[in-house]
């Protein structure tokens, strides 16, 4: 079945340093994928998607890419801010009529002043 | 503002209850979700609905129990027969179906069973 595997965290960084998440991919077909947000004690939030192979999404300052050669979707930030902090998920949408949403196991990110 | 709100916050039961957490949503989305996360863990699908008075199981339906008999609410029994009941259970929302929709999030309610 359809799968999607990130980096295990956590992941600490001084502020204004460059982040990057891994996220890679098992599917058929072509997937929308998704960055989720999560600030502790809440739900999740839309980071930014992008629905076919080369798209970038972005939003905050955050970029991701749709490699369908490398069934990757990477989320990178060139610096970060303490505010920052929090859990990350790449998502995928299956492609049978129930469009499920299936996580990954999320990343933490701590960023230190 | 529109959006998904869950209820209680905190929830505490003893073993052997049964326990139904409430999802209410104004976005007038026809899809909903309900997600279970465990600490270190992704987001387990419980049930879904995709239309009123219609849902589907998930990955982890057993022990749980739902209804969809309004648009805007989507309540979650969990039963004394699920085994780990403690976990935060997240409510979610999508506009419409599609590979392109994203999911709405409400803010989740953490239930403990002692």
Not at chain 1, 18 to 34: D, H, K, V
Not at chain 2, 5 to 15: A, D, G, V, W
Not at chain 2, 62 to 87: C, D, H, I, M, W
Request: hydrophobic fraction near 30%.
């Amino acid at each position: 079945g359809n799968s999607v595997t990130q980096m295990e965290g956590p992941v600490t960084l001084s502020e204004e340093a460059f982040l990057t998440i891994n996220c890679t991919y098992t599917a058929t077909g072509y997937p929308s994928l998704f960055w989720y947000v999560q600030y502790p004690g809440e739900g999740l939030q839309l980071l930014l998607k992008a629905t076919k192979a080369d798209d970038k999404g972005s939003n905050k300052g955050f970029e991701a890419t749709y490699r369908k050669e490398t069934t990757s979707f990477h989320l990178e930030k060139g610096s970060v801010q303490v505010s920052d902090s929090a859990v990350y998920f790449c998502a995928l949408s299956e492609m049978d009529s129930s469009y499920k949403l299936i996580f990954g196991s999320g990343t933490r990110l701590l960023v230190r002043p | 503002d529109g959006g998904i709100t869950q209820s209680p916050k905190y929830l505490f039961r003893k073993e052997g209850q049964n326990v139904t957490l409430s999802c209410e949503q104004n976005l007038n989305h026809d899809a909903m979700y309900w997600y279970r996360q465990d600490p270190g863990q992704g987001l387990r699908l419980i049930y879904y609905s995709q239309i009123v008075n219609d849902f589907q199981k998930g990955d982890i339906a057993e022990g749980y129990s739902v209804s969809r008999e309004k648009k805007e609410s989507f309540p979650l029994t969990v039963t004394s027969a699920q085994k780990n009941p403690t976990a935060f259970y997240l409510c979610a929302s999508r506009e419409a179906q599609g590979l392109f929709s994203p999911l709405h999030f409400g803010n989740g309610t953490r239930l403990t069973v002692t």
